[in-house]
């Protein structure tokens, strides 16, 4: 069985911070592409940040560059996403996902749609 769990998710106040931490089982993790979207009720699914298979390369929404932090350890099979100075605005389910790193050159790692695996999301609510 192959699955995403996701936690760290909860309420905090503007300004403040969270991490979130993404579990993988029964993937081959360390040639995966991982990468953190999130959705807000209405909204579309927008990427947040992604990291590619040996942790070297990181990619980041212009929106909360200089703010988040991505970061992988291959050795836990883990995925983490800091999240400091956290806006009302940015209230919304978390997900975790992976795609195999070939993929994620050929259909870039912003495009949710390429993305095979997925987990169940945790709620992160910001609070003004």
């Known amino acids: 069985q192959r699955q995403l769990v996701e936690s760290g998710g909860g309420l905090v106040q503007a300004g403040g911070s969270l991490r979130l931490s993404c579990a993988a089982s029964g993937h081959p993790f360390s040639v995966l592409t991982m990468a953190w979207f999130r959705q807000a009720p209405g909204k579309e699914r927008e990427f947040v940040a992604a990291?590619?298979?040996?942790?070297?390369?990181?990619y980041y929404a212009d929106s909360v560059k200089g703010r988040f932090t991505i970061s992988r350890d291959n050795a836990k099979n883990s995925l983490y996403l800091q999240m400091n100075s956290l806006k009302p605005e940015e209230t919304a389910v978390y997900y975790c996902?992976?795609?195999?790193?070939?993929?994620?050159?050929?259909?870039?790692?912003?495009?949710?749609?390429?993305?095979?695996?997925w987990g169940q999301g945790t709620q992160v609510t910001v609070s003004s």
């Open positions: 996902a992976a795609k195999y790193s070939v993929a994620a050159q050929a259909t870039g790692v912003m495009d949710h749609t390429g993305y095979n695996y």
């Open positions: 990291v590619n298979w040996s942790g070297g390369r990181t």
